[in-house]
């Protein structure tokens, strides 16, 4: 079974549930379990525990993560609820990323030093690591996938953030 009980957000006319990088569920209003969400496509979607809406188009951008992958995988759901669009970002490892922020123009995306490490686990150490030697790279990334910039900072960790905008030119990013 799929534990979706991260998140719930109603998009495209349906209520669906969510969960960290994994198969979205889709639900009934009165919570009953419908099935897997597929997104208008012949299979079903994995999203992660936060995604967020265009404030103009409404159109929703999802994010999923690889565990064992140096990858994201974005996705653009229209309105309506149908994927229109998947693109693949490139991090240097298998990075915990469980949020991000969106822009007028711009997918905000924190690859923060916590990663993935099999070798780690077999050696009976925690399968997710701190690697501060990796620093934290902040991609801003067009929201049609076509271009990503990144800026290196120190190493650090964010796990939700609230907001995100641009001003003067510049991105400003909310976040505990």
């Given at each position: 079974?799929?534990?979706?009980?991260?998140?719930?957000?109603?998009?495209?006319?349906?209520?669906?549930?969510?969960?960290?990088?994994?198969?979205?569920?889709?639900?009934?209003?009165?919570?009953?379990?419908?099935?897997?969400?597929?997104?208008?496509?012949?299979?079903?979607?994995?999203?992660g525990a936060h995604n967020r809406r265009h404030p103009?188009?409404?159109?929703?951008?999802?994010?999923?993560?690889?565990?064992?992958?140096?990858?994201?995988?974005?996705?653009?759901?229209?309105?309506?609820?149908?994927?229109?669009?998947?693109?693949?970002?490139?991090?240097?490892?298998?990075?915990?990323?469980?949020?991000?922020?969106?822009?007028?123009?711009?997918?905000?995306?924190?690859?923060?030093?916590?990663?993935?490490?099999?070798?780690?686990?077999?050696?009976?150490?925690?399968?997710?690591?701190?690697?501060?030697?990796?620093?934290?790279?902040?991609?801003?990334?067009?929201?049609?996938g076509s271009s990503t910039t990144w800026v290196d900072a120190d190493p650090f960790?964010?796990?939700?953030?609230?907001?995100?905008?641009?001003?003067?030119?510049?991105?400003?990013?909310?976040?505990?």
């Amino acid at each position: 079974k799929n534990g979706t009980f991260i998140s719930v957000m109603y998009h495209g006319g349906k209520l669906i549930a969510l969960n960290e990088a994994s198969t979205t569920c889709e639900m009934s209003m009165e919570l009953d379990t419908l099935g897997v969400w597929k997104a208008g496509t012949a299979t079903p979607i994995e999203m992660g525990a936060h995604n967020r809406r265009h404030p103009r188009t409404g159109v929703l951008f999802a994010l999923t993560y690889s565990v064992e992958k140096p990858m994201v995988t974005f996705h653009q759901i229209d309105a309506t609820g149908t994927l229109v669009k998947s693109f693949p970002i490139t991090l240097a490892a298998p990075t915990m990323i469980h949020d991000f922020v969106l822009t007028e123009s711009y997918i905000v995306l924190f690859a923060c030093p916590a990663v993935f490490d099999a070798a780690a686990a077999q050696k009976g150490q925690p399968f997710l690591q701190w690697k501060p030697q990796m620093g934290t790279r902040i991609g801003l990334i067009a929201l049609d996938g076509s271009s990503t910039t990144w800026v290196d900072a120190d190493p650090f960790f964010v796990f939700h953030f609230g907001n995100a905008f641009e001003r003067g030119g510049q991105v400003v990013v909310d976040y505990v």
